[in-house]
């Protein structure tokens, strides 16, 4: 009984460090950036490692065809989407590698789509 106590303890513990790294991995997904592109980069979009997007830039070669912008943009923006998706799973595994959390990878695997 008092093994399982000092198990749970040092459990409650880990969640308390990982917490606090979390928090800490937020704050580094912000300054991350990723970008992604299509039409061989006739659109790029930045966003930060949250998913955020922060900037769009279209070729001026595609003013005037308001098709394939709409086309493109959608693709560009998921491509930035997956990088950012798993920068931020990258980050989690760094700092949760060390500790032995049940159901962790499954919940991961749950937030990239199985990726």
């Known amino acids: 009984m008092f093994k ?31 970008s992604g592109s ?4 006739m659109i790029e979009v930045e966003a930060n490692g949250q998913g955020d997007i922060l900037k769009v830039k279209i070729d001026s070669s ?25 920068l931020h799973v990258e980050m989690m595994q760094s700092v949760t ?3 032995n959390l049940p159901g962790l990878d499954e919940a991961i695997s749950k937030f ?3 990726a």
């Not at 000092?6 to 991350?32: D, H, I």
């Not at 299509?38 to 980069?41: F, K, L, Q, S, T």
């Not at 394939?68 to 798993?86: C, G, H, R, T, W």
Request: avoid cysteine; aromatic fraction near 0%; charge should be negative.
């Open 4 to 34: 399982e106590l000092g198990n749970m303890a040092s459990m409650l513990r880990q969640a308390q460090e990982m917490g606090g790294k979390m928090q800490e991995v937020a704050a580094q997904l912000k300054s991350k950036r990723v």
């Open 62 to 86: 595609l003013s005037g065809d308001l098709e394939m912008i709409e086309d493109l943009l959608p693709a560009a923006m998921n491509q930035v989407s997956a990088k950012a998706k798993e």
């Open 112 to 114: 990239t789509g199985g």
């Open 38 to 41: 299509a039409g061989g980069g």
């Open 97 to 99: 590698g060390d500790m």
